[in-house]
């Protein structure tokens, strides 16, 4: 009876823990396990793959975009440093129908839900762009590409209006 | 008399069609809205100095805060005979300036025709082409309303804008400021 209980409990915990953590989550931090600000060395793990700077370290450039796979997705990251050990990714974006928000806000979404999804936040909608800004940490961000009012790519990256803003 | 009946329907038409005209001669489409742009509303503009001000209202205006470099005043005057609620700003009362103007009367509208009364979703959608901030906004600081919000329509030339503050997705109150912060 003890072992009954015992193997209920692992599988309620595992079956919680796993609830917790979605794939294909886009979230303030990031999207699923590429999480903003994780280094150079995690994000190659991740993407199994190297990554070759033609800027960072070499020119006076410190930020590089790149078009990656991450489990089998087209994916944009952006990687921002000074050289290879600093390198931090800086933002990540996708056209892919997989990645949604926790609140199922992804590609295809129109406007008027996303407005009304996320009340409780700062939108700053231009005619290309919806920003979602966490309002208690103004500095991150998810961005929603528009197109015709509806959503056509979702990713994560630090809030450009308040870059400058401590 | 089956001859007749289409004369007398023509006839009946025609006093109808008289009788229409005639009242809208009676009551022309009226204007009577004011006009609110980044700039200001109607002739109440930004940056306008206390003098002159004070000409346009008729009225002496005391400004205490600005008097004393304490932070501006927010005054509430009648203009038109609608209230409205200016904010000056300056380091003494005569180098003082407008930077805030704020109505709840519905005949301010913006040239989209958007005022108090016109809902959240119809405000974004008459601005598509200019960068907007929507967020609820603050009961007491830090705590954020559950009801009211605003939606902040950013010059694309100035640092100004105009702020529509909305209670429960409809707009109750229109603001044009000179300097936009989210905060």
Excluded: W
């Amino acid at each position: 009876m003890k072992k009954m209980i015992l193997f209920t409990c692992f599988s309620a915990l595992v079956f919680f823990a796993t609830a917790q953590k979605p794939d294909h989550l886009v979230s303030f931090e990031g999207i699923d396990e590429l999480q903003i600000g994780i280094g150079k060395a995690e994000i190659e793990k991740l993407l199994t793959t190297r990554i070759l700077f033609k800027h960072i370290g070499i020119d006076e450039q410190y930020t590089e975009t790149f078009k990656v796979k991450y489990k089998g997705t087209d994916m944009e990251i952006d990687l921002m440093g000074s050289d290879q050990k600093t390198t931090r990714l800086d933002g990540i974006r996708t056209t892919s129908p997989l990645f949604k928000t926790a609140e199922g806000i992804g590609i295809g979404t129109d406007q008027e839900t996303i407005i009304n999804t996320y009340e409780k936040h700062l939108l700053i909608i231009t005619k290309e762009y919806i920003t979602l800004v966490d309002i208690d940490n103004i500095h991150s961000s998810i961005v929603f590409r528009m197109q015709n009012k509806k959503v056509v790519g979702i990713g994560t990256e630090p809030t450009a209006a308040f870059r400058d803003r401590e | 008399m089956k001859k007749k009946t289409p004369l007398l329907l023509g006839l009946f038409a025609c006093i109808l069609f008289s009788c229409g005209n005639k009242k809208e001669k009676d009551n022309p489409p009226q204007n009577n809205d004011y006009l609110v742009s980044m700039t200001g509303i109607d002739s109440l503009k930004l940056e306008m100095t206390k003098a002159q001000l004070e000409k346009l209202l008729n009225t002496k205006l005391s400004l205490p805060g600005c008097a004393t470099d304490s932070g501006g005043d927010t005054i509430n005057v009648k203009y038109k005979n609608m209230d409205m609620t200016l904010f000056m700003y300056g380091s003494d009362d005569s180098t003082a300036t407008l930077r805030s103007i704020q109505t709840t009367n519905a005949s301010c509208k913006t040239a989209a025709g958007i005022g108090v009364g016109a809902d959240k979703m119809n405000v974004i959608d008459s601005y598509a082409d200019y960068g907007k901030y929507v967020a609820p906004e603050l009961d007491i600081y830090p705590v954020r309303s559950t009801t009211k919000s605003a939606v902040a329509v950013r010059d694309t030339v100035n640092t100004g804008a105009m702020v529509f503050h909305i209670i429960n997705k409809k707009v109750v109150s229109v603001e044009v400021i000179s300097y936009y912060e989210f905060e």
